[in-house]
């Protein structure tokens, strides 16, 4: 039953996998480092996951916005944390993944910088500031295969709160 999903979810991390490794080549720019990029594909995930809820439980989707067992003096109060909660999702999965990988290029950059003007000034091939730099290539690639990863299951989470009430 739930096999569109994994196949909607598994298409998601390639192409966010694919987009973040488009940035290891030579004189291009990793479209996922930018903000509004990440935003955009989280704004389209959470909203398709409200979609997705309404068109499953029509009305009753309002009752993931009030926790059962709660005392109902207090349903103001829960009511708007669970709506501000649920509205500030798209923000933080877009901040998240922007935020990541920029410090990634950022944190690859100066420690690729540094290392060739250690090069520079040793006059002679170092080992390690080469050793350095391949391993935060390798670190980096890490880094591009968990955000998307990361990027997709809490998609799949929030889908899964859409999709079975509380």
């Known amino acids: 039953g739930n096999v569109k999903y994994f196949y909607l979810f598994s298409l ?10 488009y940035g290891f080549f030579l004189y291009t720019f990793t479209p996922t480092t930018h903000i509004s990029i990440t935003f955009g594909l989280a704004l389209i995930v959470w909203l398709s996951v409200i979609i997705v809820g309404f068109g499953t439980h029509k009305l009753d989707f309002f009752s993931n916005f009030m926790p059962s067992g709660a005392p109902l003096l207090m349903s103001p109060l829960l009511v708007s944390i669970e709506l ?25 950059a100066i420690l690729a910088d540094f290392s060739m003007k250690l090069l520079l000034v040793t006059s002679t091939l170092s080992l390690f500031p080469i050793c350095v730099i391949i391993f935060m290539t390798i670190l980096e690639g890490g880094v591009l295969v968990i955000q998307a990863y ?3 299951l809490l998609s799949m989470i929030y889908l899964k709160d859409s999709l079975i009430l509380h």
């Open 12 to 21: 998601l991390f390639l192409f966010i996998l694919s987009i973040n490794l």
């Open 150 to 152: 990361v990027f997709c």
């Open 84 to 108: 501000i909660s649920n509205v500030s999702r798209p923000v933080a999965l877009g901040m998240r993944l922007a935020a990541n990988l920029t410090a990634g290029h950022i944190l690859l």
